[in-house]
């Protein structure tokens, strides 16, 4: 079975979103609560906003990676453009010389040359670009960081809330050691 960058993208993606679901467990939500009452609740939210920049940064990343993607699109769009500059440069340095313009024959055969490069440059990229960075795969984990990166804020948000108050304790009367009721 063959791996394809889009599997491995994908693959990324879904480790992230799985991670996000598992700040959002009740167990993750306990040990925040945990954190504030042992007071320990700034130095944690020092390296969780470290991991969300972290997390911004790479967002950024993606974004860079997401434009690059979309080539393959500018260049498909630009085929029409090509085949008419094509058409407009369909005459050959012969046709320039039966026409008294043998002057301009090598210009226009070079030009020609030139046309038919860098459209196959263009081909090439596109190819090349449309299976190396599938743009829809960017954009899915582009969204699953930036999830990732929320739950880091809203558990930080959380440590910066003050405490919730503990439970009041049941009116009993406290009896002394060894009594009995």
């Not at 990324?12 to 939500?29: P, S, W, Y």
């Not at 993607?69 to 008419?84: G, K, Y």
Request: hydrophobic letters at 50%.
């Amino acid at each position: 079975m063959s791996t394809t960058t889009a599997d491995i993208i994908d693959g990324i993606a879904r480790l992230i979103t799985a991670l996000k679901e598992l700040l959002e467990t009740d167990t993750v939500e306990a040990l925040v609560d945990l954190v504030k009452k042992l007071g320990i609740g700034q130095p944690v939210k020092v390296g969780l906003q470290a991991l969300a920049r972290v997390l911004e940064i790479l967002v950024g990343w993606i974004e860079k990676l997401e434009q690059v993607a979309r080539l393959p699109a500018f260049l498909e769009a630009l085929d029409p453009a090509f085949e008419q500059v094509k058409e407009l440069a369909s005459s050959s340095g012969q046709d320039m010389q039966d026409m008294g313009l043998g002057s301009l024959a090598p210009v226009i055969d070079a030009s020609r040359a030139a046309i038919d490069l860098a459209d196959k440059i263009r081909r090439g990229a596109e190819v090349i670009l449309k299976g190396y960075l599938p743009e829809q795969s960017l954009v899915h984990l582009r969204e699953s960081v930036q999830g990732l990166a929320r739950r880091l804020r809203e558990m930080q948000q959380k440590l910066d809330a003050p405490a919730a108050p503990a439970p009041a304790a049941a009116n009993k009367t406290l009896l002394p050691a060894g009594a009995i009721p």
